[in-house]
């Protein structure tokens, strides 16, 4: 797993969390491309080395068992 130079920068989980709100608040284009199996958030930022943060997020299947488990959950509400 390659990890995020913009986001190492920061000393904790709440700066991140602020950062990425602050980026998402702001007017520049943001990129969402949706393949197969997986989502790419883009998010450009203003810095002089690092020109965007780029989230891919991947589909989780669930086990049988873990499917079973989500419809017992249901039943019971």
């Not at 520049?28 to 491309?33: E, G, N, V």
């Amino acid at each position: 797993m390659k990890s995020n130079k913009f986001l190492a920068i920061f000393d904790s989980i709440d700066e991140i969390y602020e950062q990425i709100i602050y980026e998402f608040k702001k007017d520049s284009k943001k990129i969402i491309i949706q393949e197969n199996n997986k989502i790419n958030i883009i998010i450009p930022v203003e810095h002089l080395k690092i020109k965007e943060i780029k989230f891919i997020l991947t589909e989780n299947n669930k086990t049988d068992k873990e499917l079973i488990q989500d419809l017992f959950v249901e039943i019971n509400n």
